[in-house]
């Protein structure tokens, strides 16, 4: 499939969703509009629930002197999250004997974190599943 200045986009109205397809557009829109979105008066984020807004005006739009830090013992990291504090707890203070390693089935790779075998099979295994842009 070749994008070029002819390609015609449909646009949702409601978000930046766009699609060369007319059907995928009606789609989204049953699904769009079957939700009630609470929007950021800052950006175009938009949450299904109020708690996914609170969360995010808090993580991406409180200013830094109003930020509750959370941080660790063992170095000067601190994060606006209790799971980014986490997640650097244990990429860089955790001996590699104490850590559950996620590993890959389908090679040698293994890594600290969940969602980074999760992208690594993505990216490295499932190629063929994805359409290129010529």
């Known amino acids: 499939m070749k994008h070029t200045s002819e390609t015609k986009w449909f646009s949702c109205d409601q978000c930046d969703f766009k699609t060369e397809q007319r059907d995928d557009l009606q789609k989204h829109l049953q ?5 009630t ?3 950021c008066e800052h950006c175009a984020f938009g949450a ?10 808090e993580s991406k ?7 509750n ?3 660790g013992d063992s170095c000067d990291f ?8 986490k997640r650097h707890m244990i990429s860089e203070h955790t001996s590699e004997e104490k850590i559950a390693w996620f590993t890959c089935d389908q090679c040698d ?3 600290k974190q969940r969602d980074d075998l ?7 295994h499932f190629k063929g599943l994805w359409y290129e842009c010529e």
């Open 37 to 39: 979105w609470f929007r």
């Open 78 to 85: 601190k994060a606006k999250e209790k799971h980014i504090l």
């Open 61 to 67: 739009h409180t200013p830094e002197e109003f930020v």
């Open 31 to 35: 699904h769009v509009r079957e939700i």
């Open 109 to 111: 790779y293994k890594t």
């Open 69 to 71: 830090w959370q941080k």
């Open 48 to 57: 299904r629930y109020k708690a996914g807004l609170k969360f995010h005006m």
């Open 118 to 124: 999760q992208n690594h099979l993505l990216f490295k």
